[in-house]
């Protein structure tokens, strides 16, 4: 329960903060509302499960082979969510939206997770971070991805269906400031069980 929790706090952190996904949902609401942006909506919600899925899975015959692969990337994951949570916690207070022409479709952004570099990085991050070589790989890639999956949906949903709210908050230095710290810090909290002995 422990692992799932610190699963969820990880997959709310980086599926609220600003980011490509959440910026391009936020404009698409603004400019073609709900209904419109679902087809974008769903690409996100469900092409990054199954890139941790596809990631997890085809990584899982790597780590059993050589462990200290699995180790390497953990580290490398952990210290990245550090730096992410600082430049959380230290961004600018202007967000800036990109202007699209059309809504994204469900396929474009399906495919979006697979050169968005951040969506890389959380991805192996998350998988070296909360799985163990110790067990079986492909359940516990399952639970990530099924934790992203329950958890990024209603982070996407608030992104789309309050984007003009949001974005008129997050103009404010001081609410932004507060958002970023706040998210910053449950970011590093759900390092925690994963550095604890």
């Known amino acids: 329960m422990e692992l799932i929790l610190a699963i969820a706090l990880f997959a ?31 690409g996100i919600s469900l092409g990054f499960p199954t890139m ?3 990631i997890g899975l085809g990584l ?25 949570s600082w430049l959380i916690a230290n961004s600018s207070s202007k967000m800036e ?16 997770q697979w050169v968005n570099p951040k969506g890389w990085i959380m991805a192996v991050g998350a998988i070296a971070t909360f799985t163990s070589v110790q067990q079986d790989l492909t359940p516990q890639v399952i639970t990530i991805a099924t934790v992203f999956l329950c958890v990024a949906f209603p982070c996407a949903v608030a992104w789309l269906g ?3 709210a949001l974005k ?6 001081r609410q932004q400031k507060i958002f970023n710290i706040t998210m910053a ?9 994963m550095i604890a002995p």
């Open 162 to 164: 309050f984007g003009v």
């Open 185 to 193: 810090i449950l970011l590093v909290a759900s390092i925690i069980p």
């Open 97 to 112: 939206g990109k202007s699209i022409v059309k809504p994204f479709s469900f396929l474009q952004a399906a495919a979006f």
């Open 12 to 42: 709310f952190s980086s599926g609220i903060t600003p980011g490509p996904n959440n910026i391009m949902l936020m404009t698409s609401g603004v400019n073609f509302g709900v209904k419109r942006s679902i087809p974008h909506l769903m």
């Open 168 to 173: 008129r908050i997050l103009k404010n230095e």
């Open 52 to 54: 941790i899925l596809a």
């Open 60 to 84: 899982s015959a790597l780590f059993q082979a050589y462990p200290i692969i699995h180790q390497v990337i953990k580290i490398i994951g952990i210290v990245y969510l550090l730096y992410l």
